[in-house]
């Protein structure tokens, strides 16, 4: 069955240091997205992507977060200068459907990354 | 700002006991997903109910979305410790906020032998 594939697993960084975490989407999906979990709150979305381009992203996605789909498999979020708060499981996420297609678009998850920034 | 609010967050039982896990909020959504998630894992997707009033059934599972598109419930039947885990209800409202899923805060279940 398609998954979702996500990696590093585990990223340990120095704060200030710049991170990037990759994703492959299934392959048939055209919509991605990333998510992200603080430890004891809920998932929170950050940003969408269609078409090369953000499609919405949320308040958290400031001009230090970057979205990124380098080649026609990987979809890659990047932090430039990470912060402590920045410390949370990433998800990726990725749908077939999206806006205009369904009234829902079923999306499905990666396994994550731990980023834990000292 | 569209919330979610999920209860009860905690929920210990025995094997064998029904339960129910509420999602309500104040706004409509036009479909909710329900998921569940393993610690240190994704959340996996269960169902979607998009019509309200709709119920769906997956073996011992059973969704409801509230008429009203406000509100939906999971409800396990004769529960096992194999369901044991975390329960996340999920909306999303594609025609005022694209395609983005606001999470409740989960259900932490736990099912004894």
């Known amino acids: 069955e398609p998954e979702v594939t996500q990696t590093p697993s585990h990223q340990v960084t120095q704060m200030g240091q710049e991170v990037i975490l990759r994703c492959v989407p299934i392959?048939?999906?055209?919509?991605f997205y990333w998510y992200r979990q603080i430890l004891g709150q809920k998932v929170e979305f950050l940003v969408s992507?269609?078409?090369?381009?953000?499609?919405?992203k949320s308040e958290i996605f400031d001009d230090q977060f970057s979205v990124e789909r380098p080649d026609g498999s990987n979809f890659t979020l990047k932090i430039r200068s990470t912060k402590l708060e920045d410390s949370a499981m990433y998800f990726c996420a990725s749908s077939e459907g999206g806006i205009g297609y369904l009234a829902y678009n079923e999306q499905f998850f990666g396994p994550g990354t731990r980023l834990t920034v000292l | 700002t569209q919330l979610l609010e999920q209860s009860p967050q905690f929920l210990s039982i025995q094997e064998g006991e029904n339960l129910t896990v509420y999602c309500n909020s104040s706004?409509?959504?036009?479909?909710l997903q329900w998921y569940r998630q393993e610690p240190g894992e994704g959340p996996v997707l269960l169902v979607t109910v998009v019509t309200g009033g709709e119920v769906k059934k997956l073996k011992r599972l059973t969704f409801q979305f509230g008429d009203a598109r406000k509100d939906s419930s999971l409800h396990i039947t004769a529960a096992q410790p194999g369901d044991t885990g975390l329960y996340l209800c999920?909306?999303?409202?594609?025609?005022?906020?694209?395609?983005?899923?606001?999470f409740g805060q989960g259900t932490e279940l736990s099912v004894k032998p």
């Open positions: 992507f269609y078409n090369n381009e953000i499609s919405e």
């Open positions: 392959s048939n999906h055209l919509y």
């Open positions: 706004s409509v959504f036009s479909s």
């Open positions: 999920a909306g999303q409202n594609i025609y005022n906020q694209g395609g983005k899923l606001i």
